[in-house]
């Protein structure tokens, strides 16, 4: 893939609407075919006011919507890690509770240099949108009731036993939102996801962005 055309992929993926990036979390989810289409669209809202909500407390409560001061306001260790790759995964980072975030500086110095999207997004930005995310994972094991904690799905029922499950999907959804919301940017942070993991797998990524823009 040409730089210009990973650019106008770049573009094209900060268009998409936020219903879609939804249903890519949980086609990524896997209990996906455990719900509904219709009822994955209801939890989709819910999970992005879920993170927007938490947002708005969370500027007010610390009084700052600098993803780095309200890591230090909760006391968080946020360490940079030199890797990306473990086994056959790509991070872009990882919440350890109860109060690590490690980022992965690989995928980020990946995008720099000569991707082509200078002017787009910067390393700093990429940074901040994955602090973002991790500092929602962290509030989410500390509000009681909480969306995208508490919305469950049954997974089996027998004679009145129900086993219950939480969905990934809806935290990797209100993660995005939150740290959207408070990096004030008009995209959705799910574009990352395909950006950054471009230069691992690109024939994986144009796969992936593909099927973003089918749904």
């Known amino acids: 893939m040409e730089n210009k055309q990973l650019k106008t992929i770049a573009e094209e993926l900060f268009q998409v609407k936020d219903k879609s990036w939804g249903m ?5 989810d896997i209990l996906k075919n455990k719900v509904a289409d219709k009822d994955k669209e209801a939890m989709i809202e819910q999970a992005i006011r879920c993170g927007e909500e938490t947002a708005v407390w969370a500027m007010k409560e610390f009084g700052t919507s600098d993803p780095w001061e309200m890591a230090k306001k909760l006391k968080l260790k946020v360490e940079f890690t030199d890797r990306g790759q473990i086994a056959d995964r790509v991070l872009f ?3 350890t509770p109860p109060d690590r975030v490690e980022i992965m500086t690989e995928p980020i110095e990946h995008l720099g240099g000569e991707s082509g999207l200078d002017g787009l997004i910067t390393k700093e930005e990429i940074i901040r949108l994955i602090l973002g995310h ?3 994972h962290y509030l989410e094991d500390e509000i009681e009731g909480i969306y995208t904690r508490n919305e469950k799905i049954i997974l089996w029922n027998f004679l009145g036993y129900k086993n219950k499950s939480t969905l990934r999907a ?4 209100g993660g995005m939102y939150f ?3 408070i990096n004030e940017i008009p995209y959705s942070p799910f574009a990352l996801d395909i950006l950054l993991y471009y230069n691992y797998s690109p024939d994986e990524a144009l796969k992936m962005y593909r099927e973003v823009l089918s749904f």
């Open 134 to 136: 991790e500092i929602f």
């Open 24 to 28: 890519y979390a949980f086609s990524r």
């Open 179 to 181: 740290s959207r919301k």
């Open 170 to 173: 809806l935290s990797e959804i």
């Open 93 to 95: 980072a990882l919440f």
